[in-house]
């Protein structure tokens, strides 16, 4: 029996291999999470030179895969050892191998989370296409999620691919048909930008970023535009308990901004395995 016949019919083995595969996507992420907002800040201190005239200083190689990973710390270079997800750190016991500081408890909560979620994935929808076009989706939403948090960016790097992505998947009826994919990408954007222009005019005020409406524009692209009243509800319902409660628990301003990613983020999350039982439950009560 082939590895793939062995996936194909053994559903444990299935899962349990794209949970580990979900495990090292989520190291991954943490690299991407981590790198993709400062390699915009160069491009955009690039920009800023040449607008000024400036000439461009030479700069070392920083993208995904150069420089090596190095301590925060001590610059102590990463092995690959180092590197294994979840081992290393529980083996390293949250600390440097050098320099013995602790290392952040996110780079583990997040390739837990990934191969949980990537299992889960490989659970509800089984051994099929539409699986491993959903694992790009999820995966792309935890990194533009936990961005999001650090630096209330949404990389159009991320979201603007996810977009044509989605179309791409629903060519053939993936999540939804063409026509409703297009509309959902159409009216995910406008949604959120008519939202931001009322506030706007209102209260002279920003309420949301233009990531937000692309990567509404993203959710509906892959989910359809039946999904989106869904997908904002829960997103803002989220949103507000969450919000508030920071505001009572860290006594936050009211003018402190709170990135609206992550909601939207989770809502897209609900509405991917149960935003049609969701929606047939509730229009079955008319």
């Keep these: 029996m082939s590895f793939i016949a062995l996936l194909q019919d053994t559903p444990t083995t299935f899962i349990a291999f794209v949970s580990v595969i979900g495990l090292m996507m989520g190291s991954f992420l943490n690299v991407v999470i981590y790198r993709l907002p400062k390699m915009m800040e160069r491009t955009w201190q690039q920009q800023c030179a040449e607008l000024r005239g400036e000439s461009e200083k030479e700069l070392t190689a920083f993208n995904l895969a150069t420089p090596r990973s190095v301590c925060p710390h001590c610059g102590h270079t990463i092995s690959i050892l180092e590197n294994i997800p979840i081992i290393s750190y529980l083996a390293l016991r949250g600390r440097c191998s050098k320099c013995h500081d602790r290392i952040s408890i996110r780079y583990p909560i997040v390739e837990v989370f990934t191969g949980l979620l990537s299992g889960f994935v490989a659970w509800h929808f089984g051994f099929a296409f539409i699986t491993f076009a959903t694992l790009i989706f999820v995966w792309a939403l935890i990194a533009l999620a936990v961005i999001d948090i650090d630096t209330q960016l949404l990389p159009d790097d991320i979201t603007l691919p996810l977009v044509w992505i989605g179309l791409l998947v629903n060519m053939k009826g993936g999540f939804t048909d063409i026509n409703s994919a297009v509309i959902g990408a159409v009216a995910g954007y406008l949604c959120l930008w008519l939202v931001y222009w009322g506030f706007k005019l209102i209260t002279g005020k920003e309420g949301m970023g233009y990531g937000d409406f692309k990567l509404l524009a993203a959710i509906?692209?892959?989910?359809?535009?039946?999904?989106?009243?869904?997908?904002?509800?829960?997103?803002?319902?989220?949103?507000?308990?969450?919000?508030?409660?920071?505001?009572?628990?860290?006594?936050?301003?009211?003018?402190?901004?709170?990135?609206?990613?992550?909601?939207?983020?989770?809502?897209?999350?609900i509405a991917l395995f149960w935003g049609q039982q969701i929606n047939h439950a509730y229009f079955g009560l008319f």
């Design 220 to 269: 509906g692209a892959w989910l359809g535009w039946s999904i989106l009243p869904l997908v904002i509800l829960f997103s803002s319902l989220v949103g507000t308990v969450v919000g508030v409660g920071l505001m009572i628990a860290a006594k936050l301003k009211k003018n402190i901004p709170i990135p609206f990613g992550p909601y939207l983020v989770g809502g897209a999350l």
